[in-house]
């Protein structure tokens, strides 16, 4: 994968597309073969500090229980009110959310209270598994437009999809699977009728 | 007046399994097999650990008898707690580990600091007492946890992506499980002499003992109860979510049981 944009990986359901991700932050382990980041086998390095540095958003958005400043303080023990505000902010989210039970959220606004609180570990890259699988359309276009700035910025993108359109709208470069094995990986411009609904 | 029965008085008290009996013939609860069976069971089982006991507290037998007997006690529970709850890997050797602790602590503050004299008649009693009363808050604290962690897997998983390590990632869910496990057991602390007047208690004062001696015995049995189901408790819950992960903080494949 490169070293920069959105890559985007698209593949039907049980081609291994969240198993790939997964691999990157060692949520699970290869059975054979390697996962390497900045040329290092992660294998070799430290779960924790790996995790924090390639962060992830899930399927479903997971909240825990209490305020969306106690979610936020899970990635941040020590977080200000003003550092809590900002890193709403950077999800879009404004500051009256910050004492809202995060069990009252609607799942575009949990998803992007995970985003906020996954970016609070500073990550170099950002795994989305689906993330917009379960928002409504404008939480979509939201946590699409977010992430394309983020990218903008430096921060690297995974984002696992089975909507094609959204990877023509989002990919800098491209990976297909099908049956756990990768049928195409270059920019999306040159992956041919492989992005085209069959 | 002594509460001491002989073999008669014993037959006599069949009487009351009779009226089970005919109590589920009356009502067709298809449990009277289910009655005698339990019944003929208690019995033959009281009868063997009576004449055991008898033989192991016999005087001038050494005292290790009775202390292979509470290691033998500490072996039983901890394979009934595995067979109940087959469904979690490696319940086994952490339900013993949770037992002897409970064991060890309760038996070292009752006869180190001079509660009770230590001898076979205090010792295996007391052991008892502990583990017996652990068995259940294990089992439930056990499954709770397993279960807590099978089925909140999208949370667990989120902290540790966070970087958290298992420990912490599972700790709110072991807190769960072991505050569901304990609870019972405070309830019953607290209503204890109010609604029903408890084992030791009952068989001291049908024994001919001082009511309020069988109070301070009954009070020290509860506190040991109290802390021998906690000890037991928080090692089976720290165990039990400590195998769920693996040393590099993933969460292990839980299967769910099969519907139906």
Known sequence: ?198 | MSAEIGWSGLATSLVLVAVAIALSLWRRLDLERSIAWASARALVQLLAVGVALDLVLEPGRTLAWSWLWVVAMVVVAATVVHLRAREIPGLFPLALAAFGAATAISLLVLFGLGVFELDGRTLIPLAGLTIGNSMAATVLVARRVFEELRDKREEVEARLALGHTSTDAARPYLRSGLRTALIPQIETTKAVGLVMLPGAMTGLILAGVDPIDAVRVQAAVMFLVLGGVATATTVVGLGVSRRLFTPDHRLVRMERPAEG
């Open chain 1, 1 to 198: 994968m490169p070293d920069d944009g959105v890559t985007v990986v698209v593949g039907p359901s049980g081609s291994g597309k969240s198993t790939l991700l997964r691999l990157c932050n060692r949520l699970e382990a290869p059975t054979s073969g390697t996962v390497r980041f900045h040329g290092d086998d992660i294998a070799g390095l430290e779960p924790l500090r790996l995790r924090r540095r390639v962060g992830m958003v899930f399927q479903r958005p997971a909240t825990f229980g209490g305020t969306v400043g106690d979610n936020l303080r899970v990635a941040a023990p020590r977080l200000s009110d003003a550092d809590a505000l900002h890193a709403l902010s950077r999800a879009d989210l404004d500051g009256s959310f910050l004492d809202r039970p995060a069990s009252e959220l609607s799942g575009g606004e949990a998803q992007r209270v995970c985003l906020a609180r996954t970016l609070l570990t500073e990550p170099e890259v950002l795994l989305m598994d689906e993330p917009t699988s379960s928002v409504d359309a404008r939480s979509r276009r939201a946590l699409e437009d977010m992430t394309l700035g983020l990218a903008h910025n430096g921060v690297r993108m995974v984002w696992v999809t089975h909507d094609l359109a959204q990877a023509r709208r989002l990919a800098d470069y491209l990976l297909v699977l099908a049956e756990g094995r990768v049928e195409y990986a270059g920019p999306p411009e040159r992956a041919g009728d492989r992005l085209d609904e069959r």
